[in-house]
């Protein structure tokens, strides 16, 4: 399992590349869709948190089931992730 350090490391920088790829979208694109976009980066930062939350506050169980949680984290991280690129690439 990785460690609670590196997985915060990731999804951080995961949070950041969406940030980053919405303001060069705001930039470079016509001004119509700001408010989809700026919401987008809103949910970015929200997922951002939560995931973060979940890192530290892990429950008490048996070995299996705090594996299971942080797979369950990893999982989250990359499906809301792609959610946001998908919606911010239409």
């Known amino acids: 399992m990785a460690s609670c350090?590196?997985?915060?490391?990731d999804i951080n920088f995961l949070a950041q590349q969406i940030m980053t790829e919405g303001f060069?979208?705001?930039e470079y694109s016509p001004v119509n869709n700001q408010e989809n976009v700026l919401e987008i980066l809103h949910e970015?930062?929200?997922i951002r948190q939560q995931l973060i939350y979940r890192v530290n506050h892990l429950p008490k169980g048996?070995?299996?089931?705090?594996?299971?949680?942080?797979k369950d984290i990893v999982d989250d991280l990359y499906k809301l992730n792609i959610e946001l690129l998908d919606r911010l690439n239409n």
């Open 5 to 9: 350090k590196n997985l915060k490391k």
């Open 24 to 26: 060069s979208y705001l």
């Open 44 to 46: 970015a930062e929200q």
């Open 62 to 70: 048996t070995k299996q089931e705090i594996k299971q949680y942080y």
